[in-house]
């Protein structure tokens, strides 16, 4: 079983930047692939980005596309977010999750799932 915190949210002027990380406990962390999904009110959950369990390939929704990065540190059992050129439609809960089978851009792929961290990005 893996458990998932994130930290780093906050609220941030629009073009500013960010960096959310996702502290894991748990075995065999090294073996999920990890995503991103964000919640804005209202709105359903939306993917942001994954990386496969070796860090070596992302993919990102093109909405984020060129302005967040996606990375991880499998020793420190960590995945970071980095975001910069934020923009007020940015905002949202940002959770980060666990995929035993490989990343995807589909929320039910994943099997363990974070509380959440609030990014607010204002205009």
């Known amino acids: 079983q893996v458990q998932l915190v994130e930290s780093g949210g906050g609220l941030v002027q629009a073009g500013g930047s960010l960096r959310l990380s996702c502290a894991a406990t748990g075995r065999a962390f090294s073996s999920y692939a990890m995503g991103w999904f964000r919640q804005a009110p209202g709105k359903e959950r939306e993917f942001v980005g994954t990386i496969s369990w070796s860090g070596g390939s992302t993919y990102y929704a093109d909405a984020v596309k060129g302005r967040f990065t996606i990375s991880r540190d499998n020793a420190k059992k960590m995945v970071y977010l980095q975001m910069i050129s934020l923009k007020p439609e940015d905002t949202a809960v940002y959770h980060c999750?666990?995929?035993?089978?490989?990343?995807?851009?589909?929320?039910?792929?994943?099997?363990?799932w974070g509380q959440g961290t609030q990014v607010t990005v204002s205009s």
């Open positions: 999750a666990a995929a035993i089978r490989g990343g995807s851009t589909w929320s039910y792929e994943y099997d363990y």
